[in-house]
């Protein structure tokens, strides 16, 4: 069952902060970042395995509720490098990597 | 040390033709996953490669449609009899290990497919 992703889109300055929301429905296993640009493939930021973990990726980083089947992205500190759309992807009790429908993340100079 | 790559990166087709989208894989990688993205939406499931056995093909949307990895390595994935709903982009990925549920997809360029 696809996650539901929010907000769908965000505009920002540079600089700025936003934080990407993503949640599921059923238990998770882990939960998967990608950044995708136009015309591009999606391309892996992290992942987070159930233990409610953080992980970080330079000014980018990620907090996994298990319990509450929740997972949100951290932009901080945005710039211009940082646009695109962001998809989460989270995986249950089989392996698959479900997507939400992403949210598009626009950073103006 | 290349990535995932794909084959044709464009292909228009006329309804009712056969297609072959080919996957070319991390060298190395033992699963591999096809996906179908429609513009403006996520990577969509649809079957998935452990060497060359299909462990499940639940996401595949009707039976014109079918996938190999004879040899555990290059995938094709086929379409028959080709509609305009087919009309998508088809991803591959692959991973190192054996599809665990906390493995790192590396994605290809994708196969941007028209149906006309």
């Known amino acids: 069952q696809q996650p539901v992703q929010s907000p769908q889109a965000v505009i920002l300055r540079e600089g700025e902060d936003a934080v990407i929301n993503c949640s599921s429905s059923?238990?998770?296993?882990?939960v998967h970042w990608y950044r995708q640009k136009h015309g591009e493939a999606p391309v892996f930021l992290m992942i987070?395995?159930?233990?409610?973990e953080q992980k970080g990726h330079d000014k980018i980083s990620a907090s996994f509720n298990e319990k509450k089947q929740q997972s949100s992205l951290y932009l901080t500190a945005s710039q211009l490098s940082y646009s695109g759309t962001y998809f989460c992807?989270?995986?249950?009790?089989?392996?698959?990597?479900?997507f939400g429908a992403g949210t598009t993340v626009t950073v103006r100079a | 040390g290349a990535g995932v790559s794909q084959s044709p990166r464009y292909k228009v087709t006329k309804r009712g033709q056969d297609v072959a989208l080919r996957c070319d894989p991390i060298?190395?990688?033992?699963?591999l996953y096809w996906y179908r993205q429609a513009l403006g939406q996520g990577p969509e499931f649809l079957t998935y490669?452990?060497?060359?056995?299909?462990?499940?093909k639940s996401g595949l949307p009707n039976d014109r449609f079918s996938a190999e990895r004879p040899e555990g390595s290059i995938s094709t994935l086929t379409i028959q009899r080709t509609e305009q709903r087919d009309s998508a982009m088809y991803r591959c990925?692959?991973?190192?290990?054996?599809?665990?549920?906390?493995?790192?997809?590396?994605f290809g360029p994708g196969t941007r497919l028209t149906v006309t």
């Open positions: 060298s190395g990688h033992v699963s």
């Open positions: 490669f452990n060497y060359e056995a299909q462990q499940d």
């Open positions: 987070l395995l159930k233990g409610g």
């Open positions: 992807g989270t995986v249950g009790d089989d392996y698959k990597l479900s």
């Open positions: 059923k238990a998770l296993y882990s």
């Open positions: 990925a692959s991973s190192l290990g054996s599809g665990q549920r906390g493995e790192r997809q590396y």
